[in-house]
């Protein structure tokens, strides 16, 4: 009887395995100081994987002076998503980059290299959609001085 409830134990602790990685995170902003609406608690503990990592970037977006709080708190709870952690919290506050990858790097250290490289990355599509913008607004001011057409331009007719 002892063995089948230890058994039982085990399985219902390794099934809610995932939940309990949730509420460690909930708890581990809350443990930094990070201010959450009801809303925003209840999305991080109802998180998993990629969702979870939405909902850090979505505090970064809300909270960017927080940034480097919020990711540091995260990826202590969640060392094996550091790198998809902290690129969502770059692209969600790029101005924030340096602060977040550092963070992030001390709360994972054995992460360094991926963290680091997940920075380097999302920083860098970030540029590119910012030049891509800018060079598409560049585009689209230059050439609405240039005439469109002199006028004309088809076929004579032959009334």
């Known amino acids: 009887m002892h063995k089948t409830l230890t058994g039982l134990s085990l399985a ?9 990685a949730d509420q460690a995170t909930l708890a581990s902003l809350q443990s930094a100081g990070i201010t959450l609406t009801a809303e925003q608690a209840q999305v991080v503990a109802a998180a998993e994987g990629d969702a979870l990592v939405d909902a850090i970037a979505g505090l970064v977006t809300a909270n960017p002076e927080a940034a480097a709080a919020i990711v540091a708190a995260a990826v202590s709870a969640n060392p094996d998503s550091a790198a998809a952690i902290t690129s969502a919290a770059v ?4 101005a ?3 602060a977040i990858t550092s963070a992030a790097v001390n709360a994972a250290p054995a992460q360094a290299a991926a963290i680091q490289s ?3 990355t999302a920083t860098a599509a970030s540029t590119n959609t910012t030049t891509a913008t800018s060079a598409g607004s560049g585009n689209s001011v230059t050439t609405s001085g240039v005439p469109s057409s002199s006028g004309g331009g088809g076929s004579a007719s032959t009334n």
Request: proline share 5%; hydrophobic share 55%; no cysteine.
């Open 91 to 94: 692209r969600a506050a790029p």
């Open 12 to 20: 219902i602790m390794l099934a809610s395995g995932s939940a309990y």
């Open 118 to 120: 997940a920075a380097t």
């Open 96 to 98: 924030q980059t340096a």
